[in-house]
Every structure is written in structure tokens, then in C-alpha cells.
């Protein structure tokens, strides 16, 4: 799904995000990403959605030269990947259903498929009954899962999730866990930034450490490692 | 694209002209400031150039043959001027002609010259020449000068020499001027929609998030501009319309000069309407697309 060789990404202020990653994810799998702010996770998710491009190395995301790539085929490539973030980025002057459908007009679906999958979704989020509210009614765990469901609209192949519980609290937090699980049950692959030392420790997965830019631990059902 | 897709732009760009509406106005009131003065200048110009054209046209050299050339050295200046290719037509006037032509001229003064016949007419032989490019007479005029038993040549330097020259400033003049005013236009209305833009900011960068390609992002903002820019020019061409048919049908009672005559009515007002909606559409399309492009470098 995901190769990286000897990726370095120098941003023009001089800052060294990254001094060199390997690192190969598969198919299917589930990643957490764990490591102090400032030491490079985020540059990571921003290399794989090319928000930025690397300095040196290669990296290839589902069958795609990221290096060689061209502008006008980056939004090809991120209708591929779903983006989760701390604080949601919903639209907040539309409807949960009009936010969640944006992501299907963008890429010219019919307004038929368009319809009965922003319901699909919304279900799948347990949301479906919430469609017509605006975003400012609903809570910081419901929001979250509208940007979810928004992310998955385009059957995506990988979901990057920057710090997805960042806002909420632990109840609202094992909840979006759940969906997550769920998502990835259904074989998208799935990479997820986190702080979160009881989500890690609870829901045993992969998980990569950065530290000043390189990965320091690549550990199959690991530990956070940091104390929170 | 898809017919839907295309709806949806359209749609999309309505909506936003009509959400900012006091932000539309500005726009539109920039366009139709800088198209009024366009168009102003467009009918002076035009109007100037088309009375310079027509003085132009009626420029001939006069060349005088010297009274002592004989017949085959007459004739010599003839094909001499004809073979000069920038050198339209060339007619040939005998002093007897020239004297006929004279005395016309004059009315019934002219029987004055009653008093001359054959053996004392005063005047030369001459070639009546018109040139392909009338703004060459001068220097076409000199160079004929130079031919072998041309005793004059006579254009009316000053004259012609001062038309030209007021002709080529007035349009150049006139042509930056039109240019600056436009780039102050575009400039104008791409800093009140980068207001406006600042508000859908992060609805362009979610957009992009969810794969957008850069001109499904634009044409919104495309349509907007088209939108400005067609309506900007709604009163410039009223004004124009009636304006100029005002003047055209006033004109004669002011007008003392026979030369001086104004473009036509119909096709010039339509043609310079067509003109002022394509440069409105130009300067609404450019503007709002150009404001969109630092938002799409995500």
C-alpha cells in the first residue's frame, strides 16, 4: 500500500522533518503512529496525501510514484485516500448530509449514487437520522463521525487519521475507535497519528515511533511507549 | 465535464454572487466605470481615426514637370513613377488640363485666366500621384523629388506631416490609456472577490482534501466573474447607445466642415457593444480567477 525508501523532507525554513524513513504497509493493515509533537508525524501524513513533497527518496502509495507525479494528478490520488483530522473540517454553514455529499460532487458522481451512498455512510456512522442537522448542532463525537463518514464516501483504499480523538473525550473517543476498526475490518487500510496511550495499549495494532524524524520502533501489536 | 457538473458551476456561481451581494456591486460598479471610459475612448478614437482615414485617403503629390524637359524625358518621369511599387496611381495632367482644372475651381473668377492662351499658359505639366500608404508622402515625396527635370513637388507638407502625427498620437495615447484602465479593473475586482474568497477559503481547502481537481474549484469562480463582467457592462452599453445616436443625429446642425463626418450609426455602436461585453467578460473572468489561484497551491 505504502513504500518508503530513505525519505527526507527539508521544509525551505530549514527545519529537518525527516532524516530518512523505510518503511513498507500493507494491505489491510492498521497503524498507529506515535511520537511527540514536532517529530515528524505529521510531515509523514502530509507526504503520503502529497500536501508536501519530499526532499529526497522515493515513495510509492497504492501503486503510484509520489516523487514523479505530476500536479495535475494529485486530486486523482487523494480520491483515493480518506483524510480524518482533529478538528473535523466540516463546512458549517451546510447540512451533514450536503458536507458528506461534497465529496462525492467534487468527483461527478449521479445524483442517484450520490444520494443513496451519502445515506450509506451516514448509516454506517450511526447518523443517518441526523442528516438534515447543521454540524454546530451536533457534539464534538458526532462530528467526528461525519468527517468520517466523508472520508470513506469514495471507498477509499487508505484513511489517514491525524490525531481523530485529539478533542474528545475518552467515551466519544472508543466510540470513533470503534467505527475506525470497523472501517478497517472491511479492508481499508488504515494509518492513524495519535497521543493516545490507552487507545494504543487497548486496541493492540502496529505502531511506528518517530523521533526527530526517524523511526525509532516498528513493533507489531506494540506499546505506546511514551508516558502520557 | 458533465452537463450536471456544469450546472452545478453555474448554480454554485450565482449563489455566491447573490450571498456577497454588496461585494457584486463593488465589482460591478468597477466594471462599469472603467467600460464607460473605455468605451468613450473607443468612439473618440475610432471616430478620429476614421476622419484621419479619410484625409488620408485624399493626400495626393503633385508632380510638376520642368518646362524645359522634352517629350521622351515627359514620359521618362511617367514610368519612372509607375514603377515605384509603393506608388498606387498615377494620372497624367497636361498644362492645358491643369489650367481647365483651374479656372473651374475658381468659379466664375476663374475667367481672370481667360487672358492666357496656349503659348502663355504659366503652368507645368504634371502627374497627380496616389500612394498605397498615405503616411509615406513625405518621404515618397522626396525621393521623387530627386527624379531627373521634376521641377516641384507639392503635397501640402505641413498639413499632412501635423495629420499624421496627431493621428499616431491619439492612438497610442488612447491605446495605453484603455490598457491601464483595464488592468486597473482586473486589478480592482480580483481584490474584492480575494474578500469574498477569504470567507470560502476553507471551503476550497476541504475541496482539495477530498480531491478536486483545480478547475472544478474555478469554475464557480469563472462563472462569477463572467457574471460581474456582463453586467458591468449593461450600462456603459446603454450609455453608449444613446449617447452616440444623440450625436449622430445632431451632429450636421453643429458640424461646419464637410470632412469631418462621424462613423456610421449602425453596425459601429453594435460592433463597439460587442466590443465592451467581451472586454467586461475578459476583465470580470480574469480578475476572479486570477484571485482564486493562491488558494489552490494546497
Request: aromatic share 0%; no cysteine.
Given at each position: 500500500m505504502i513504500k518508503m525508501q530513505n525519505v527526507k523532507k527539508t521544509y525551505p525554513n530549514g527545519v529537518q522533518a525527516l532524516n530518512g524513513i523505510d518503511l513498507q504497509i500493507d494491505p489491510g493493515e492498521f497503524v498507529y503512529l506515535v511520537g511527540q509533537s514536532g517529530a515528524g508525524k505529521s510531515t509523514f501524513t502530509k507526504l503520503i496525501f502529497r500536501e508536501e513533497t519530499a526532499t529526497s527518496g522515493e515513495i510509492y502509495v497504492s501503486g503510484k510514484d509520489l516523487t514523479k507525479m505530476k500536479r495535475r494528478d494529485v486530486p486523482y490520488l487523494r480520491r483515493e485516500i480518506g483524510v480524518v483530522y482533529q478538528d473535523f473540517k466540516l463546512l458549517p454553514k451546510m447540512t451533514i448530509y450536503e458536507n458528506v455529499a461534497f465529496a462525492l460532487e467534487v468527483v461527478e458522481e449521479t445524483p442517484r449514487n450520490m444520494r443513496k451512498r451519502v445515506m450509506e455512510v451516514l448509516d454506517q456512522v450511526g447518523l443517518k437520522n441526523k442528516a438534515r442537522f447543521i454540524p454546530d448542532e451536533l457534539s464534538g463525537g458526532e462530528q467526528q463521525r461525519v468527517a468520517i463518514a466523508r472520508a470513506i464516501a469514495n471507498y477509499p483504499k487508505l484513511l489517514i487519521a491525524d490525531e481523530p480523538t485529539g478533542n474528545l473525550d475518552p467515551d466519544t473517543s472508543w466510540e470513533i475507535m470503534k467505527i475506525l476498526e470497523e472501517i478497517n475490518a472491511s479492508g481499508t487500510t488504515i494509518i492513524m497519528a495519535t497521543h493516545s496511550k490507552e487507545i494504543v495499549n487497548t486496541i493492540k495494532r502496529r505502531v511506528i515511533a518517530i523521533e526527530d524524524g526517524l523511526i525509532v520502533r516498528d513493533q507489531h501489536r506494540g506499546d505506546y511507549g511514551y508516558e502520557a | 465535464m458533465k452537463l450536471r457538473t456544469l450546472k452545478r458551476h453555474f448554480r454554485e456561481g450565482f449563489k455566491n454572487s447573490w450571498r456577497n451581494s454588496w461585494m457584486t456591486i463593488a465589482s460591478i460598479g468597477a466594471v462599469t466605470t472603467t467600460l464607460i471610459l473605455v468605451a468613450t475612448f473607443l468612439v473618440l478614437l475610432l471616430n478620429i481615426n476614421h476622419i484621419a482615414d479619410s484625409l488620408e485617403n485624399d493626400v495626393e503629390i503633385k508632380v510638376l514637370v520642368d518646362l524645359t524637359a522634352t517629350e521622351e524625358e515627359r514620359e521618362a518621369i511617367g514610368e519612372e513613377l509607375e514603377s515605384m511599387s509603393i506608388i498606387e496611381t498615377v494620372v497624367f495632367s497636361s498644362r492645358e488640363q491643369e489650367l481647365e482644372n483651374l479656372k473651374s475651381s475658381l468659379g466664375e473668377d476663374g475667367d481672370v485666366f481667360g487672358i492666357f492662351d496656349d503659348q502663355e499658359n504659366p503652368l507645368d505639366d504634371a502627374y497627380i500621384v496616389k500612394l498605397t500608404d498615405p503616411q509615406q508622402t513625405v518621404p515618397v515625396a522626396e525621393e521623387i523629388a530627386t527624379?531627373?527635370?521634376?521641377?516641384e513637388v507639392n503635397y501640402g507638407e505641413d498639413f499632412v506631416q501635423d495629420l499624421f502625427n496627431f493621428n499616431n498620437y491619439a492612438r497610442n495615447i488612447g491605446l495605453v490609456l484603455i490598457i491601464a484602465l483595464v488592468f486597473t479593473a482586473i486589478f480592482l475586482i480580483s481584490n474584492t472577490i480575494k474578500i469574498t474568497i477569504f470567507a470560502r477559503r476553507k471551503e476550497i481547502e476541504i475541496m482539495k482534501l477530498v480531491g478536486a481537481t483545480n478547475w472544478f474549484i474555478r469554475w464557480p469562480f469563472f462563472v462569477e466573474g463572467l457574471l460581474l463582467g456582463i453586467l458591468g457592462s449593461v450600462i456603459p452599453i446603454a450609455a453608449l447607445v444613446t449617447g452616440y445616436y444623440y450625436l449622430d443625429q445632431n451632429i450636421e446642425t453643429v458640424n461646419q466642415f464637410d470632412f469631418i463626418t462621424l462613423l456610421p450609426f449602425s453596425p459601429f455602436v453594435w460592433q463597439v457593444s460587442g466590443l465592451i461585453l467581451l472586454i467586461g467578460a475578459v476583465i470580470g473572468i480574469w480578475g476572479s480567477v486570477m484571485s482564486v489561484r493562491k488558494f489552490l497551491k494546497v
Open positions: - | 527624379i531627373p527635370k521634376v521641377s
